[in-house]
C-alpha cells in the first residue's frame, strides 16, 4: 500500500506518519517510509538519524533527471536509491527527500521530480507499507509526488485554517489520482472539537486522536511517540492504523 | 520597513503577520500584507475577503515573466499589482501570490518568481510597511522570496521541531542578505517552554506570547484575534510590535 499523508502545517502529520510506521513494523509489515519535507524531521518520529538524503546526490539527479536544455526526465534510474541512501532499523526504511542547502540556492523542483519518479517506480509487495510524510500546505499536490496513491489521510487540528486547507487538499488529492481519501482529527480536547471538524470537512473521518501532552513531551525529548505505552493518542493511533489496514 | 515572518508550520505565523499588520494600520502606518502561503490563510487573520490572486492573472503572469525557452525573466514590470489586485481596508492592503489550481498542475515557481520582482521592486517610503506571511518550512528561502528584506520574525513554539526549522531558516536567512533576524516565541504555557527556545535557538528572541484560548476561538470564528481586546496574546504582540518598529 502507498500511503500519504498530508495536511496543514503543525497538525501533526510527522507524528502521526512516524507512529504509522513503527506500529506496521512492530507487526512485522516491510516499511518505508520517505520523508518529502525540506524541514527533514520524519526521522526523529522514528527514532532514526536522517540518511544521506537523496537531495545531495547531486550528479545522480542532474544525470539521472535533467536532459539537455533544463527540462526534466521524469523516469530517472531508481533501483539503487532505496537501499543506498536508507536508514534501517529491522524491516521498517527511512530515505528522506533533502533540503534546501542554501538560501537562494532555488527551488526544490529538482528533488521533487527525482522523488515523484522513485516513488512512481517503486512496486510493493502484499504487505508492504509506503509511507509518505510530505511538506506543510498543497505545493506536492501540484507537484503531483503522491500519483496514484493507494490512500491519503489528511490531518486535521479542530481550527477553521486546518479545515479549509484539509478540503483544499481533498480537492487537488482527486485531480491526481488518488485513490481515497480520508481524514483523522488531532489534538481534540472536546466532543464540540471533534464535531466543528466533522461537520466541515468534505470527506470522512476514520478517527480521532485527543491532544496529549506525551506528545509534547516525547518531542523535546526526540523520544518516539511509539515509545510510551500508555499514551492515549498512542492509542488511537494504532486503532487508525489498524482501520487503515483494513483499507487495503 | 519590509518585514517577513517564517518559521514551522502550525507555530502561528498567519495569526501573527496579521496581527502586526492590523496593529500597524491601526497606528496610522501604511501596510501592505502579502500572503505567499498557496493555502491563502492570511485574509482571515486581517478580516478580509482574499483579492484576485496573483497566480490568476496567468496571462499576465506569463507575459510578464516566461522568455522564450522556459526561463524565468526575474524583473517583470510589477507597478500596476497592488492597486488592481488588492483587498483593502483604510490604510491596510493584503495581495495573495495564488495557490494551487489543479492537483498535478506544477509548482509554483512562476507565482514564485513573479512576487519576488513585484516585492523587490516596491519601495517604500519611512513609515510604510511590507509584512510578508510565507508558507511553512523554508522552501522559500530557496526561492529567496524575501531577499535582503529588513528583518525577518522566526516564530516558534515549544517544540524541537520548530527550534529545528527555526535554526535552519535563520542559517539560510543570513545567506540571502535579510539585515536582521529575531525569534518570537509562541504559544508558552510554562518559564521552562520559554527557556527552552531560549536555550535552543541560534539567535535573539524579541518577545514570547502565552497560549491563549482568544487565538483558537478566533480561529473558529473566523475573528481576527486584533478584535479580542482582552487577549494576553495580542497585548504582548502590541509590545513585539512596538520592539520591530523600535528596529526600524
Redesign the interface.
Known amino acids: 500500500m502507498k500511503l500519504v499523508i498530508s495536511g496543514?502545517?503543525?497538525?501533526g502529520k510527522?507524528t502521526i506518519s512516524g507512529t504509522i510506521a513503527l506500529i506496521l513494523a512492530e507487526k512485522g509489515k516491510q516499511v518505508l517510509a520517505v520523508d518529502s519535507?525540506?524541514?527533514m524531521?520524519l526521522h526523529?518520529s522514528l527514532g532514526l538519524e536522517n540518511p544521506t538524503p537523496i537531495s545531495e546526490l547531486k550528479e545522480l539527479i542532474n544525470e539521472r533527471t535533467v536532459m539537455e536544455?533544463?527540462?526534466f526526465k521524469l523516469n530517472p534510474k531508481v533501483d539503487d536509491i532505496p537501499t543506498d541512501f536508507s536508514a534501517k532499523k529491522d524491516n521498517l526504511s527511512l530515505i528522506v527527500m533533502g533540503?534546501?542547502d542554501?538560501?537562494?540556492?532555488?527551488?526544490?523542483?529538482p528533488e521533487?521530480a527525482f522523488l515523484k519518479a522513485l516513488l512512481r517506480h517503486l512496486v510493493l509487495k502484499k504487505d508492504e507499507f509506503l509511507i509518505l510524510d510530505t511538506?506543510?500546505?498543497?505545493?506536492h499536490?501540484?507537484?503531483?509526488i503522491a500519483?496514484k496513491f493507494d490512500l491519503m489521510v489528511v490531518v486535521c487540528?479542530?481550527?477553521?485554517?486546518a479545515v479549509?486547507?484539509a478540503n483544499?487538499v481533498y480537492?487537488?488529492?482527486?485531480?491526481?489520482g488518488i485513490k481515497k481519501v480520508v481524514g483523522v482529527a488531532n489534538k481534540i480536547t472536546t466532543d464540540a472539537q471533534e464535531e466543528?471538524i466533522k461537520g466541515s470537512l468534505d470527506f470522512k473521518l476514520i478517527g480521532s486522536i485527543p491532544f496529549d501532552d506525551t506528545v509534547?513531551e516525547g518531542?523535546?525529548q526526540?523520544r518516539p511517540l511509539y515509545t510510551y505505552p500508555d499514551s492515549q493518542a498512542l492509542k488511537n493511533i494504532k486503532g487508525i492504523t489498524k482501520t487503515i489496514q483494513e483499507i487495503d
Not at 542554501?102 to 523542483?109: V, Y
Not at 499536490?141 to 503531483?144: D, F, H, P, T
Open positions: 496543514k502545517g503543525g497538525v510527522t519535507d525540506p524541514s524531521n526523529s536544455g533544463g527540462a533540503t534546501v542554501k538560501g537562494g540556492s532555488g527551488c526544490i523542483c521533487s511538506e506543510a500546505g498543497i505545493e499536490l501540484g507537484r503531483n500519483e487540528e479542530p481550527s477553521k485554517k479549509d486547507t483544499r480537492k487537488l488529492s482527486k485531480e491526481i466543528f509534547i518531542d523535546m526526540r
